[in-house]
Every structure is written in C-alpha cells, then in structure tokens.
C-alpha cells in the first residue's frame, strides 16, 4: 500500500526563521515520484518540484530546498528566511507504479511577520 | 496554455439535484485525476484515468458518483442524487505518463460545492 505522512499538522515561525516541513512515504514499488504542492489562502493548487525514486540529489530553488533520502524514506521541505507570502498549506504526494497520485494532509505553515 | 480549466467555480444546490461537474485538461495531458478536499479528510483521490479509460475508481464514495471521459479534452463528475455531506472543494488535475515517466499534475481551481 502506499502512504504519505505528514505529521506536523499546523506550524508557526515568525518572519526570516527557517523551517522544515517533513515527509515521511511507504511504497513497495521501486520506481516513483514524489512531489510537494503548495496551497496558499487562494484555494489553488501549486506545483513546487518532482523528483523521481533514482535520483537522490537535494536540490535548491531560491529560498526552497527539499532534502530526499531513500533510507529513510522522507523527501523533507526546508523554507529559508521564511516570509509572510510563505503561509500557506504544504502537501506532500507520491505517485507509484499503479499511477494514482496520493497526497498526505498537509501541514499548515503560518508565518507571523 | 490556459492550465486545467474546471466549470463551474461555484455551484450551490439542494439536496436531491444532480450536480455536475466539468473539467478540461491541459492539451497533450493522458492522465486525468478527480480530487476531493474537505477539512476533515483532506484531499481524496475519486478516480483517475489514463488515456480516457477508467484506471482506478476505488476512492468514489459510492454509487451516487459517477464519472467519464469521453475524449482527451473533456472529463465530467456527476453525483446523482446529491446529499449535503458531498458539500466540499472538488479539484481537477492533469499530468502526462508515457512508459517510464510521470510528470507532475497540474491542478485546476478546484469547483466549491455546496449541497443544502
């Protein structure tokens, strides 16, 4: 079966601290791909990055890195010098061999300026 | 592009009514997901098709929701009759899948609905 875990429900920081949203996922396939999203107040959702299970290369986009690591099975999401637009409700997904698309419930960051 | 494009925004009915919801996928797009989200479960994945056909439907609540895709560009949800606990955010994605590769889903802005 497949899961996605994220266990913080709703974070606080106060404007320019870093945070790290975790994710923690379960699948039996070898190949798969996971994902964040991004869902601001607006309602929308937003795509943030993908990566695929063989490649474990961190990567870094402005202010966003994501940290994936196979033996732990977590693809872990690091704002740095968070801002007041970064509030919003961050989700993680893993999309598997089966090709459904699962989305873990999401983690609430609010950041107070 | 003009990005998945879902009809309509907004949709308030009374319980009993048949509700019908529209999506447009992102052209050149094969896979096509129906998303519910609500506060207490957050987002469920209804159904998903890939290249039209029906891949798994096993998140549709029951058999008051159906669901097609008669061609690439079209896809519909339809609860028949609607009862006030389907009330919630309904979201459309697309995504492309060929042997080997999956890209990412790109998400319509979603159709609130309420059933009253």
């Known amino acids: 079966a497949q899961k996605v875990t994220q266990a913080q429900t709703e974070i606080s920081v106060v404007e320019k601290e870093d945070v790290t949203l975790d994710c923690v996922y379960e699948t039996r396939d070898t190949t798969y791909y996971l994902f964040w999203y991004k869902q601001p107040p607006s309602g929308e959702l937003v795509f943030l990055i993908r990566r695929n299970s063989f490649d474990e290369q961190n990567e870094i986009s402005g202010r966003y890195s994501w940290n994936f690591q196979k033996s732990t099975s977590s693809f872990n999401f690091t704002i740095t010098a968070s801002q007041v637009v970064d509030s919003a409700v961050y989700f993680c997904?893993?999309?598997?061999?089966?090709?459904?698309?699962?989305f873990g419930t999401g983690t609430r960051l609010t950041v107070i300026p | 592009d003009a990005g998945v494009i879902q009809s309509p925004r907004h949709e308030v009915t009374e319980m009993g009514q048949e509700v019908t919801l529209r999506c447009k996928p992102i052209s050149g797009h094969n896979s096509l997901f129906w998303y519910r989200q609500t506060m207490m479960r957050g987002l469920e994945l209804l159904i998903y098709f890939n290249n039209n056909v029906p891949i798994d439907d096993s998140g549709m609540p029951e058999d008051r929701f159906s669901a097609k895709m008669p061609n690439a560009s079209f896809s519909t949800l339809k609860i028949q009759p609607s009862e006030p606990r389907d009330s919630a955010v309904y979201f459309c994605?697309?995504?492309?899948?060929?042997?080997?590769?999956?890209?990412?889903?790109?998400f319509g802005q979603g159709t609130r609905l309420t059933v009253v």
């Open positions: 997904a893993l999309r598997t061999g089966a090709n459904n698309l699962f």
């Open positions: 994605a697309s995504s492309f899948r060929r042997l080997g590769e999956n890209t990412e889903a790109f």
